[in-house]
């Protein structure tokens, strides 16, 4: 029996060698338009490859795909982040965990990964064959009414299989091959991005990073807020908070054509009542000492200041001289904070779109077609996608196994 792989990508790798070690009978092609297989790979994490995540509970793992969750919980029972570091260090490959949970391989280098998933499908009996483009994909019946596909590629020859994976992620022609073969496609557009912020608050402070601090977007039932780590650049704001917004409101963002009104709480920790109370307090405490040079929360002094001339406090006053006016609107700043987004930016360690394949037209203790029998789906194809972290790729790493397994142990 032939089976193809389309895409030699990390989830076309890791569905290939999994089929081929579960059946070494198989014939196993995984073909790459790429002269260089793995190209996302090797960029991801800044060259380090962030290989998964250190959340090792299906239910709490789920809570990191703004789409797709619902569907791989229980392909991460079958097989998650344990499995992944698992099926690398039989072969090898250790990794590590940093502070903040994402996992890298103890070499810092994605060179590691792909070496060691071009050994393992080398060693399995992969054939692979680069810089092999595919123009088409059809289905047909043969003389005994079993279904195959062919393949037709670039250079107009034509393979012939019995079982078909496309992970061809978020390239457009994998959408146009399972179109064609009945497949409904939710649109794509992209997740996983930076927010362009033109405004003089945030003008000069390009660096500036605040530990912890809350995003929101809309208003009502339509409202997303985010906390975390927050990074202010030279075209607007970055970082984890903003990051994970991005991928929530994917969607509506782009509906909005990336102009939207952004708040932020540069303290969720402190109520806004709270703060008033601290703020209020040093009139007292501190009465001789310039608004400008002490600031008894935790921002950095350069935001502390730019904040203060925003809301036209002289920043000469002494904190005696504040009035309550003053203190309000200074407090308000800080806590609920109106910006316009005025367009996206780049994230340049991982590259994620919201969109793909139906996931209710998936069979998702396979993998396999619910629409064309022996078409089998995993990774970026599908319409799945994390927040950054590892997560992207631990659900290319489930999907692509549970459809190399379902392959390889299909009652043929």
């Not at 069979?363 to 319409?383: H, R």
């Amino acid at each position: 029996m032939n089976v193809i792989v389309i895409g030699g990508g990390a989830a076309g790798f890791f569905g290939a060698i999994a089929c081929a070690e579960a059946n070494p009978q198989l014939k196993v092609t995984l073909i790459e338009a790429g002269n260089k297989p793995l190209a996302k790979v090797r960029i991801s994490g800044g060259g380090r490859c962030n290989v998964t995540h250190h959340c090792f509970e299906p239910a709490r793992l789920v809570a990191n795909y703004p789409r797709g969750g619902k569907a791989l919980r229980g392909a991460f029972s079958r097989f998650q982040p344990r499995d992944t570091v698992q099926w690398y260090e039989s072969r090898g490959v250790k990794l590590k965990t940093e502070a903040d949970g994402r996992m890298f391989p103890i070499t810092d280098s994605s060179e590691t990964i792909i070496k060691c998933l071009i050994q393992a499908a080398d060693q399995a009996g992969v054939e692979l064959r680069t810089g092999v483009g595919v123009k088409t994909v059809k289905q047909y019946l043969d003389d005994r009414g079993a279904s195959y596909f062919q393949v037709e590629l670039k250079n107009e020859r034509v393979m012939k299989c019995d079982r078909l994976l496309i992970a061809t992620g978020s390239n457009p022609l994998g959408y146009r091959w399972a179109k064609n073969l009945g497949h409904k496609i939710e649109s794509a557009v992209p997740s996983l991005f930076t927010f362009n912020v033109r405004d003089n608050r945030l003008q000069g402070l390009a660096g500036v990073s605040v530990s912890n601090a809350q995003v929101k977007l809309g208003t009502g039932k339509n409202k997303l807020e985010q906390t975390g780590a927050l990074l202010i650049t030279h075209w607007g704001v970055s970082g984890p908070a903003i990051l994970k917004l991005s991928a929530w409101g994917a969607r509506s963002l782009f509906d909005f054509k990336y102009n939207s009104p952004l708040q932020i709480n540069w303290l969720p920790e402190s109520n806004q009542e709270d703060l008033n109370q601290l703020l209020t307090s040093l009139k007292q405490t501190n009465p001789q000492k310039k608004i400008v040079n002490y600031c008894p929360v935790e921002l950095p002094k350069r935001l502390w200041q730019s904040l203060i001339n925003y809301v036209e406090i002289n920043p000469n006053k002494a904190w005696s001289e504040i009035s309550k006016k003053e203190l309000n609107k200074l407090v308000a700043e800080i806590v609920q904070g109106q910006y316009e987004i005025t367009g996206k930016g780049a994230f340049k360690d991982e590259f994620v779109t919201c969109g793909g394949v139906s996931l209710k037209e998936v069979n998702f203790k396979t993998m396999e077609s619910k629409k064309c029998p022996g078409l089998y789906f995993a990774g970026e194809i599908l319409d799945i996608d994390g927040v950054t972290g590892g997560f992207n790729f631990q659900s290319a790493w489930t999907t692509s196994w549970l459809a190399g397994q379902a392959i390889a142990l299909n009652d043929y």
